[in-house]
Structures are given as structure tokens and as C-alpha cells.
């Protein structure tokens, strides 16, 4: 099939690379013509595992392609999909739909025959409705569908989660479309995915509630963990007793940073503006944000509490600063709200991740980069393991570096207490 993804950013690039290599004709397109030209060139904007090599695989073969041509792209294909950023509103919670808008107006003229217009945007619930009006108003024969199929891709697992997905949603409220996508997916379900059609309000939905509920997972799990360390419970210990209930699942039942990246934080706060919108208290919801919120101000208080308060003048080093490991994401990592209240308290920042060197931390006050572990924690009072990467689950301290004095702060319990400590270091970590 011919498929054109509009916007390159995360969710248009993975999903466009993975239908080309199911065999797709697919032609990605963004009005950045820097952006377009590096992605010619095999140089990919973004940190995913596996994806510079399906990017060259299928743009040699020409079953991937790249451009600016918003009209042309859209004429030529049978399935357009929307993947462009639907970010919260500056000053708001509500979810800016700009580009999702300015997207259907560039492309309404553009329609020369049937198309499936798809949203795999993350959008409100009624946004399909809004589309298929302004779609309506320039063509009055209805020559196209319009759908709602959100993204499940986790960042560092996406291609894994394309290839492999647990269900593939599609929001369509006709015969023809669902027909022609429960084709296009076809490689996708002989491997046992669940197809689930729905109305295009309740797809909408659904991609929210998800990632709601996730948030709450994460939220929960975290506010276990800080019972349990006054209780001297180990948290590890709850998050396995749960997750062995089907009815739960041990998935996000990890205790650590808050939440973060591109879907979590603006996601929740977009379902309970739409809430609002329709008089409805998503009050679960709303106490989870709250919480998120928090929870980095706990993990600084901690980090006083190891370092005695005296911030002034201390060396702090924090091993990862994304919000996650396998992804170069910074979007709301905990990082982000520590290390400037560390900075300011008079702390000097040193910071290694293996996806490199992070212009948001680049104007702050004694933050530098580090290009190696070694370099990062040596001549350091605390060592903050932020980010789960494999990089930093075998560290031997004792044998990286010669001062033994500074603290461990185990920020994702990935090292065994038992280990660090029997090396001689103060180790400390989340909920144990």
C-alpha cells in the first residue's frame, strides 16, 4: 500500500520505517528541509534502538522515502497518517492541536481520490469529528475516511513494539476503512496481535486512559516506596507480591524518578482537561499528577539528607540524566527539575549518559559533561544512578576509581546493596 506519515518526529519515523519494511511504499514527510535532508543522508534525529539500520535498509530499496512535498506526498498515497506533536497548550493543561489543524487545511485540496486520513496523533477525545468537518467543508462527495489509530510505542522499545504489538486499535465508524487497515496490519495480527475496531471517539479515548493508567502504576508504586523506607519494607518485595495477580501485572510496578518523556506528562493532563470540559472530576487522576509533581522535590530532600545539607560546594554526579534508558528523550525528566535546584544551592554537577552531551542542562550554572563514567564519578561526594541503563547495572566502583569515599544513591535499584556496601561505599537507594 502507499502510506504517507506526516512528521518525522518519533512517532511518524518508527511507524513510517516499519511499514516500509513490512513491504509498504511509504514517503515521510516534514516541512523542516534540514530535517528531510539529514534523513536522506541516514542521519536519524532521534535515538532508537535498530532504527538506523531499517532506515538505510529501506530507503536503499526505495521502499522509503523522504520529503517536503506536503500535496504531492498526500496525492500519490491511499492512507495518510498524522503524527505530528500535539504538546500542552504554554500555560495551560489542554493539548495543542495547531499543528494537527494546520496539517488538515494544507492537505484538504489535496485529495484526488478516496483516502483514509488517519490521526496516530495523541488527541482528544472528538478531534476526528472536528477533522472530518473542515475535510467536508472542501469536499462535499466525502471521498476519504477519517480514523482514529493510536501509538502504543514505548521509547527505547519501539520497533519492538511495532513489529510485536499487544493490540492495534482502529477508530472507524465505516466498513471500507476498517476493511482496507485490518489489511494493512495483516503481517502484524498472523503474529497473534489482538485487532480491536471501536467508534473513533472510544480509539481517541482509549490511548489516554492507557497512558493515565500507567502514570498511575508508576504514581502508586512510588508512593508505596516511601512507606516502605519508614516501615524498612523492601519495596522490590510489594512490586513482585502485586504483579503475580493477573488482575494487576508487574508491568510499571517499578519504584523510582517521576514519571516522564512525551506521552505521560502531557497525556494526563490533557484527559482531565477534557474532563473538565464535560463537567467530570478525574480526581484520580488529577492526585496522580500532583504526586508526579512532587516527587522529585522527595528524591532532593533525600539527596540533603545523604549529604548531610550541606549542599554548598559538594560534588554531585548523576549517571543518566533521560527520563528513561534506551532514548535520548529529556522531555520532563526528573533530571531536569534537580540538577538546576542543586545548582543553585551551590552543588557542582557532573553528568555522563551514553546518548551524549544535553543542551537543556548547557546554561546552567557548574553542570558539565562527562564522556565517560570514570570521568563522571571521580573526586565525587554522591553518585546519583538516575537512569536505568545496562551501562551502569555491572559498575565496580572499587575498581573505577581510587577515592572510595563518596555515596551511592541508587536512584532505579538496579546495583545489590549487599555488593556496594561490602565495596565499602554508602549505598542508598528507593523503598528498601
Given at each position: 500500500?502507499?502510506?504517507?506519515?506526516?512528521?518525522?518526529?518519533?512517532?511518524?519515523?518508527?511507524?513510517?520505517?516499519?511499514?516500509?519494511?513490512?513491504?509498504?511504499?511509504?514517503?515521510?514527510?516534514?516541512?523542516?528541509?534540514?530535517?528531510?535532508?539529514?534523513?536522506?543522508?541516514?542521519?536519524?534525529?532521534?535515538?532508537?534502538?535498530?532504527?538506523?539500520?531499517?532506515?538505510?535498509?529501506?530507503?536503499?530499496?526505495?521502499?522509503?522515502?523522504?520529503?517536503?512535498?506536503l500535496k504531492k506526498s498526500v496525492r500519490d498515497s491511499d492512507i495518510i497518517f498524522i503524527c505530528v506533536g500535539t504538546p500542552t497548550k504554554k500555560n495551560?493543561?489542554?493539548?495543542?492541536?495547531?499543528?494537527?489543524?494546520?496539517?488538515?487545511?494544507?492537505?484538504?485540496?489535496?485529495?484526488?481520490?478516496?483516502?483514509?486520513?488517519?490521526?496516530?496523533?495523541?488527541?482528544?477525545?472528538?478531534?476526528?469529528?472536528?477533522?472530518?468537518?473542515?475535510?467536508?467543508?472542501?469536499?462535499?462527495?466525502?471521498?476519504?475516511?477519517?480514523?482514529?489509530?493510536?501509538?502504543?510505542?514505548?521509547?527505547?522499545?519501539?520497533?519492538?513494539?511495532?513489529?510485536?504489538?499487544?493490540?492495534?486499535?482502529?477508530?472507524?465508524?465505516?466498513?471500507?476503512?476498517?476493511?482496507?487497515?485490518?489489511?494493512?496490519?495483516?503481517?502484524?495480527?498472523?503474529?497473534?496481535?489482538?485487532?480491536?475496531?471501536?467508534?473513533?471517539?472510544?480509539?481517541?479515548?482509549?490511548?489516554?486512559?492507557?497512558?493515565?493508567?500507567?502514570?498511575?502504576?508508576?504514581?502508586?508504586?512510588?508512593?508505596?516506596?516511601?512507606?516502605?523506607?519508614?516501615?524498612?519494607?523492601?519495596?522490590?518485595?510489594?512490586?513482585?507480591?502485586?504483579?503475580?495477580?493477573?488482575?494487576?501485572?508487574?508491568?510499571?510496578?517499578?519504584?523510582?524518578?517521576?514519571?516522564?518523556?512525551?506521552?505521560?506528562?502531557?497525556?494526563?493532563?490533557?484527559?482531565?482537561?477534557?474532563?473538565?470540559?464535560?463537567?467530570?472530576?478525574?480526581?484520580?487522576?488529577?492526585?496522580?499528577?500532583?504526586?508526579?509533581?512532587?516527587?522529585?522535590?522527595?528524591?532532593?530532600?533525600?539527596?540533603?539528607?545523604?549529604?548531610?545539607?550541606?549542599?554548598?560546594?559538594?560534588?554531585?554526579?548523576?549517571?543518566?540524566?533521560?527520563?528513561?534508558?534506551?532514548?535520548?528523550?529529556?522531555?520532563?525528566?526528573?533530571?531536569?527539575?534537580?540538577?538546576?535546584?542543586?545548582?543553585?544551592?551551590?552543588?557542582?554537577?557532573?553528568?555522563?549518559?551514553?546518548?551524549?552531551?544535553?543542551?537543556?542542562?548547557?546554561?546552567?550554572?557548574?553542570?558539565?559533561?562527562?564522556?565517560?563514567?570514570?570521568?563522571?564519578?571521580?573526586?565525587?561526594?554522591?553518585?546519583?544512578?538516575?537512569?536505568?541503563?545496562?551501562?551502569?547495572?555491572?559498575?565496580?566502583?572499587?575498581?573505577?576509581?581510587?577515592?572510595?569515599?563518596?555515596?551511592?544513591?541508587?536512584?532505579?535499584?538496579?546495583?545489590?546493596?549487599?555488593?556496594?556496601?561490602?565495596?565499602?561505599?554508602?549505598?542508598?537507594?528507593?523503598?528498601?
Open positions: 500500500m502507499k502510506l504517507c506519515m506526516i512528521g518525522t518526529g518519533y512517532v511518524g519515523l518508527v511507524s513510517g520505517v516499519c511499514f516500509s519494511d513490512l513491504g509498504n511504499d511509504v514517503v515521510c514527510v516534514d516541512k523542516d528541509t534540514k530535517k528531510i535532508e539529514l534523513l536522506k543522508k541516514g542521519n536519524i534525529p532521534i535515538y532508537e534502538p535498530g532504527l538506523t539500520e531499517l532506515v538505510t535498509k529501506n530507503y536503499k530499496n526505495g521502499r522509503l522515502k523522504f520529503s517536503n512535498d495551560g493543561s489542554s493539548a495543542d492541536l495547531s499543528q494537527v489543524y494546520n496539517v488538515i487545511k494544507e492537505i484538504t485540496t489535496s485529495i484526488n481520490k478516496y483516502k483514509i486520513i488517519i490521526t496516530k496523533s495523541t488527541v482528544p477525545v472528538t478531534t476526528g469529528d472536528v477533522i472530518e468537518k473542515l475535510l467536508f467543508k472542501k469536499n462535499k462527495k466525502k471521498t476519504f475516511s477519517v480514523v482514529s489509530n493510536p501509538e502504543f510505542l514505548r521509547e527505547g522499545e519501539a520497533i519492538r513494539d511495532f513489529s510485536y504489538p499487544d493490540r492495534i486499535v482502529i477508530g472507524s465508524n465505516d466498513k471500507k476503512s476498517n476493511r482496507i487497515l485490518r489489511s494493512l496490519y495483516a503481517p502484524l495480527l498472523s503474529k497473534g496481535a489482538q485487532y480491536l475496531n471501536t467508534s473513533r471517539r472510544a480509539a481517541e479515548l482509549i490511548k489516554y486512559a492507557s497512558n493515565a493508567f500507567l502514570a498511575t502504576k508508576i504514581t502508586f508504586i512510588n508512593e508505596l516506596a516511601n512507606l516502605c523506607e519508614k516501615l524498612n519494607i523492601n519495596v522490590e518485595d510489594i512490586s513482585i507480591g502485586m504483579g503475580l495477580d493477573k488482575r494487576i501485572g508487574g508491568r510499571f510496578l517499578r519504584a523510582g524518578p517521576a514519571y516522564g518523556g512525551s506521552c505521560f506528562p502531557k497525556d494526563t493532563k490533557a484527559i482531565t482537561s477534557t474532563a473538565k470540559k464535560h463537567k467530570i472530576n478525574l480526581s484520580v487522576i488529577k492526585t496522580v499528577i500532583k504526586s508526579n509533581k512532587h516527587r522529585s522535590n522527595i528524591l532532593l530532600d533525600r539527596v540533603y539528607e545523604i549529604l548531610g545539607k550541606k549542599i554548598k560546594g559538594k560534588k554531585i554526579s548523576f549517571l543518566g540524566v533521560t527520563f528513561k534508558a534506551n532514548t535520548d528523550d529529556m522531555r520532563d525528566s526528573s533530571s531536569l527539575k534537580m540538577i538546576p535546584i542543586l545548582s543553585k544551592k551551590g552543588a557542582i554537577v557532573n553528568y555522563f549518559d551514553p546518548t551524549g552531551f544535553k543542551t537543556e542542562l548547557s546554561k546552567i550554572k557548574n553542570v558539565r559533561y562527562l564522556d565517560s563514567i570514570k570521568k563522571t564519578v571521580e573526586g565525587s561526594d554522591l553518585v546519583i544512578i538516575h537512569t536505568e541503563w545496562n551501562d551502569f547495572k555491572s559498575i565496580n566502583f572499587k575498581n573505577l576509581v581510587k577515592r572510595k569515599k563518596f555515596s551511592i544513591f541508587d536512584m532505579r535499584n538496579i546495583c545489590s546493596p549487599i555488593k556496594i556496601r561490602a565495596q565499602g561505599f554508602k549505598y542508598y537507594s528507593i523503598g528498601r
